[in-house]
């Protein structure tokens, strides 16, 4: 079975950075995309960042790109969004995803394995 697990979350002012980390377990991790995902009050799920299964291979949405980086250490079965220069419109619950299916990228956000989710609180 299939287990991911966020850590890192928190809260912070506007400018400020966090580090959010993810570990997935009972999967080949080396051969799976992983993700971050989030969602805010209100808001449908949305993607933030999402990294092939070497590492290669990176995708950022607009909104987040030149402010977050997403890496993976695989040797660890970690992934990490460092996240900088927050806004409070990055205020959300964000979810780390592994996709269902290996060597594919980048992740389907249709059926991925999700974690239980972090708060990241972002103040003005």
């Known amino acids: 079975q299939v287990q991911v697990v966020e850590s890192g979350g928190g809260s912070v002012q506007a400018g400020g950075s966090l580090r959010l980390s993810c570990t997935a377990s009972?999967?080949?991790?080396?051969?799976?995309?992983m993700g971050w995902f989030r969602q805010a009050p209100g808001k449908e799920r949305e993607a933030v960042a999402s990294?092939?299964?070497?590492?290669?291979?990176?995708d950022y949405s607009d909104s987040v790109k030149d402010r977050f980086t997403i890496s993976r250490d695989n040797a660890k079965k970690m992934i990490y969004l460092q996240m900088n220069s927050l806004k409070p419109e990055d205020t959300a619950i964000y979810y780390c995803?592994?996709?269902?299916?290996?060597?594919?990228?980048?992740?389907?956000?249709?059926?991925?394995?999700w974690g239980q989710g972090t708060q990241v609180t972002v103040s003005s």
């Open positions: 009972g999967l080949t991790f080396a051969a799976y995309s």
């Open positions: 990294i092939s299964w070497t590492g290669s291979t990176v």
């Open positions: 995803a592994a996709d269902r299916n290996y060597y594919r990228f980048p992740i389907s956000s249709d059926n991925p394995t």
